[in-house]
């Protein structure tokens, strides 16, 4: 999962105020009915997962109006697992957004009944994101590098703690 479109490193901070934008577009989906809108969330996901958030609209939007007004200072954290929970909400809203149109094309209630579940999970997810700093898809990560499915190498911060510490020097 590395890769030099997508930082090692990220803010926290940045992070979970582009959390709290998908949490405003994914209520105003579900409280709406206005189902396109996950079509717009896919799009973007897909973007930073693939190319990392250079490439995507709402961490552009994020990183350039509204983390400058957050005087926060920057947390970094592992950007790999971040990458991962990206590439979750991807596959969750490029779904949603099929189940959708496959309600559109044949009335499907089945279909729109998964979109509105989908559209409850988008909107948990980045809910404890942006509230609590929980990120859903960075705990799935860590499980799977704990289970050996992903490589240590794939994020070297994540599998030892010790690589977080400030440097000391050596008298």
Do not use: H
Request: net charge positive.
């Amino acid at each position: 999962m590395s890769s030099s479109r997508f930082p090692a490193v990220v803010d926290d901070v940045t992070v979970r105020l582009i959390a709290a934008v998908v949490l405003a577009i994914g209520v105003l989906a579900l409280g709406t009915q206005q189902w396109w809108l996950y079509a717009v969330l896919a799009a973007d996901f897909t973007l930073r997962a693939a190319l990392g958030p250079q490439a995507s609209p709402i961490a552009r939007l994020v990183g350039r109006w509204i983390r400058p007004a957050v005087p926060a200072a920057k947390r970094p954290t592992a950007g790999a697992p971040k990458r991962f929970a990206a590439a979750i909400g991807a596959v969750m809203t490029v779904s949603a957004t099929a189940l959708w149109l496959l309600n559109v094309i044949t009335g499907s209630s089945a279909a729109i009944t998964a979109v509105v579940v989908i559209g409850a999970v988008m909107v948990l997810f980045p809910l404890l994101e942006a509230a609590f700093g929980l990120c859903v898809g960075c705990r799935l990560f860590a499980v799977l590098m704990r289970l050996g499915l992903v490589p240590e190498e794939v994020c070297l911060d994540c599998a030892d703690i010790t690589r977080r510490r400030a440097p000391q020097t050596v008298s």
